[in-house]
Structure formats: C-alpha cells, structure tokens
C-alpha cells in the first residue's frame, strides 16, 4: 500500500463511522424512550472512526504478508 493512502483511510473510516452512528442513534433513540441528539451521534461516530482506522491495520498486519508499513506492526 503506498504511503498516501493512509490519510484516505482515516477519511472514509471516519465518514462511515459517523454515518453508521447517525443510524443507530435515529433507529435507538425512540426505542429507548430518549430524543436523537445529532450532534452526539457525530462526535461518538468520529471517536469510533479514529479508533477504528488506528486498530485495523494493526489487526491486518498479522493476516497479510505483503512489503507494506502495516506488516511491520506486529
């Protein structure tokens, strides 16, 4: 994987990440009685991004052998 790629991958982590919790918050919020707070739901969908953008290429390192920075983190 080249260099440059590693900033897009926190980009796209993080806009999916906010886009699934803006699901689930809208989905979760008359379930459990509460009002959808928009703004919530963004910033814990960005905290969840980041911290998966910074796990998954730790996790793949171990399963993929290739000459990439990620097969170094072991």
Known sequence: M???NTMGRYIVTICWSVVYML???FIA???????FNL???AIIGVI???LFAA???TI???SVKDKS???KLK
């Open 60 to 62: 793949t390192a171990h």
């Open 48 to 50: 969840f991004g980041v």
């Open 29 to 35: 919020a008359p379930l459990t009685q509460n009002v």
């Open 2 to 4: 080249k260099e440059g």
């Open 39 to 41: 703004g919530e739901a």
């Open 69 to 71: 920075q990620y097969t």
């Open 55 to 57: 796990i998954i290429p």
């Open 23 to 25: 699901i689930v918050g």
